[in-house]
């Protein structure tokens, strides 16, 4: 399976399987091959099902699948429960990107209702159950990433690809799951600077911190490493004053966490622990990787490793160090969280707005004056560039920073 994703698309492969078939039609062996064919196909179905969004596989499985159908009762079934699998996988994958675009909307919705308001605690005030619908959101990004996608960010242009492969590169649902740890971040960074009493920004920062803590101890790395980059963007970074003794040393412990001394060897060593944790109850927990470092671990294995040997063969080395690597997704796609949905949460979390980076800094800025003559000049800068805007929508925030960002990267629910 890596080793077809190594080449970006799986087109050609069925179409030789189709004629292959075709061509031993007459053969005695005919009715032997068939089911191991279609016994392929089933694997290929499973395993991904987003290839069959293109018409020209679909045609071929058509094909496939009606020259086999007619070989015996038990070949027809087969090539039932094959059709009506794929339509499932298929039918699944089109609600959830309808959903996805739903949650768009709901959010740009948000971005303009003067009933708006940024506050996480007015919603829930346990980071363990923020944490909780956290991770619920994340495996399900997760779960709607097909596994091609992971290869197909990495292949060269098309210029070096087979013609059959020109257009094959699809990966919307990866690209959509970065930018989920994008909006994380982001989040996390409005919270604290829309605060505008220094005591209610503690309040909120010392509760941010903890709902790392509780994805860390969900094995969440993902929400885990977003809310970590949010609590260390410069916007945040230099709000000292609402910092206690004990907030300093959790965020200690957590850039520790996040340190990329040694290829972030403190990270990688808790996830080989946690994964070895998780996978005494796989039905009931999972492990939600780093996404961002783990894409960075495909591109070089990608990148660093020839696909074919000198003599032409596969590198099947360079296969299984790929497969290896983004079975560390899928590993986790039968489990069933065993803490509850809140509803409410969920849909904060996935459509407040968030504030930019020259909005994040200017709202810094008037929460703690700036400290030296860089950054009174850049505090200058940014009034003239966002005051207007900023009296503009005044009217659309309850105690809150005026400015949200238009650009939102919302993700799935059920």
Same mark, same amino acid.
């Given at each position: 399976?890596?080793?077809?994703?190594?080449?970006?698309?799986?087109?050609?492969?069925?179409?030789?399987?189709?004629?292959?078939?075709?061509? /031993?039609?007459?053969?005695?062996?005919?009715?032997?091959? #068939?089911?191991k064919y279609l016994q392929l196909l089933n694997e290929w179905v499973d395993?991904?099902?987003?290839?069959?969004?293109?018409?020209?596989?679909?045609?071929?499985?058509?094909?496939? *699948?009606?020259?086999?159908?007619?070989?015996?009762?038990?070949?027809?079934?087969t090539v039932g429960h094959l059709q009506a699998n794929l339509i499932k996988?298929?039918?699944?994958?089109?609600?959830?990107?309808?959903?996805?675009?739903?949650?768009?909307?709901?959010?740009?919705?948000?971005?303009?209702?003067?009933?708006?308001?940024?506050?996480?605690?007015? %919603?829930?005030?346990?980071?363990?159950?923020?944490?909780?619908?956290?991770?619920? %959101?994340?495996?399900?990004?997760?779960?709607?990433?097909?596994?091609?996608?992971?290869?197909?960010?990495?292949?060269?242009?098309?210029?070096?690809?087979?013609?059959?492969?020109?257009?094959?590169?699809?990966?919307?649902?990866?690209?959509?799951?970065?930018?989920?740890?994008?909006?994380?971040?982001?989040?996390?960074?409005?919270?604290?600077?829309?605060?505008?009493?220094?005591?209610?920004?503690?309040?909120?920062?010392?509760? %941010? &911190?903890?709902?790392?803590?509780?994805?860390?101890?969900?094995?969440?790395?993902?929400?885990?490493? +977003? %809310?970590? +980059? $949010?609590?260390?963007?410069?916007?945040?970074?230099?709000?000292?004053? +609402?910092?206690? /003794?004990?907030?300093?040393?959790?965020?200690?412990?957590?850039?520790?966490?996040?340190?990329?001394?040694?290829?972030?060897?403190?990270?990688?060593?808790?996830?080989?622990?946690?994964?070895?944790?998780? #996978?005494?109850?796989?039905?009931?927990?999972?492990?939600?990787?780093?996404? $961002?470092?783990?894409?960075?671990?495909?591109?070089?294995?990608?990148? $660093?490793?020839?696909?074919?040997?000198?003599?032409?063969?596969?590198?099947?080395?360079?296969?299984?160090?790929? +497969?290896?690597?983004?079975?560390? &997704?899928?590993?986790?796609?039968?489990?069933?969280?065993?803490?509850?949905?809140?509803?409410?949460?969920?849909?904060?979390?996935?459509?407040?707005?968030?504030? *930019?980076?020259?909005?994040?800094q200017l709202a810094s800025y008037e929460l703690e004056p700036p400290a030296?003559?860089?950054?009174? /000049?850049?505090?200058?800068?940014?009034?003239?560039?966002? $005051?207007?805007?900023?009296?503009?929508?005044?009217?659309?925030?309850?105690?809150?920073?005026?400015?949200?960002?238009?650009?939102?990267?919302?993700?799935?629910?059920?």
């Amino acid at each position: 399976e890596a080793c077809v994703c190594v080449h970006g698309g799986l087109y050609a492969t069925l179409h030789c399987l189709f004629q292959g078939l075709q061509l /031993r039609k007459n053969d005695p062996e005919y009715p032997d091959l #068939a089911p191991k064919y279609l016994q392929l196909l089933n694997e290929w179905v499973d395993k991904f099902p987003y290839d069959f969004r293109d018409e020209r596989m679909m045609v071929s499985f058509k094909e496939l *699948t009606q020259a086999a159908a007619p070989l015996s009762l038990e070949m027809r079934k087969t090539v039932g429960h094959l059709q009506a699998n794929l339509i499932k996988k298929l039918n699944s994958l089109e609600k959830y990107e309808r959903i996805l675009s739903q949650l768009n909307i709901a959010a740009m919705e948000r971005l303009i209702d003067p009933k708006t308001e940024v506050n996480i605690l007015r %919603i829930c005030e346990n980071p363990a159950v923020v944490a909780q619908q956290l991770t619920y %959101i994340e495996l399900e990004r997760l779960n709607n990433i097909g596994p091609e996608e992971f290869i197909q960010t990495f292949v060269k242009s098309t210029e070096e690809k087979e013609p059959l492969y020109r257009d094959m590169k699809k990966t919307s649902n990866l690209e959509a799951y970065v930018e989920w740890f994008n909006r994380l971040s982001y989040l996390t960074a409005t919270e604290i600077c829309v605060s505008d009493k220094k005591r209610d920004r503690t309040k909120v920062l010392d509760f %941010i &911190v903890d709902v790392a803590f509780e994805c860390r101890k969900l094995h969440n790395f993902n929400s885990c490493m +977003a %809310i970590i +980059a $949010g609590l260390f963007m410069s916007s945040v970074n230099r709000l000292k004053k +609402a910092r206690t /003794r004990a907030i300093e040393e959790k965020l200690q412990e957590l850039e520790h966490l996040a340190d990329p001394v040694g290829n972030y060897m403190v990270y990688r060593e808790e996830l080989k622990d946690s994964t070895s944790i998780a #996978a005494q109850s796989i039905k009931s927990s999972c492990v939600v990787p780093f996404f $961002g470092l783990l894409v960075k671990d495909i591109y070089f294995t990608q990148e $660093g490793n020839k696909t074919r040997l000198e003599n032409g063969n596969i590198n099947f080395e360079k296969c299984m160090l790929l +497969a290896n690597l983004v079975s560390q &997704v899928f590993l986790w796609k039968e489990t069933m969280l065993p803490f509850p949905r809140v509803q409410e949460v969920l849909n904060y979390l996935m459509t407040i707005p968030a504030l *930019t980076d020259d909005e994040l800094q200017l709202a810094s800025y008037e929460l703690e004056p700036p400290a030296n003559d860089g950054e009174k /000049r850049r505090y200058q800068q940014l009034r003239e560039q966002l $005051g207007i805007r900023r009296e503009n929508s005044r009217r659309h925030t309850t105690g809150t920073s005026p400015f949200f960002s238009s650009e939102d990267s919302s993700i799935k629910e059920e």
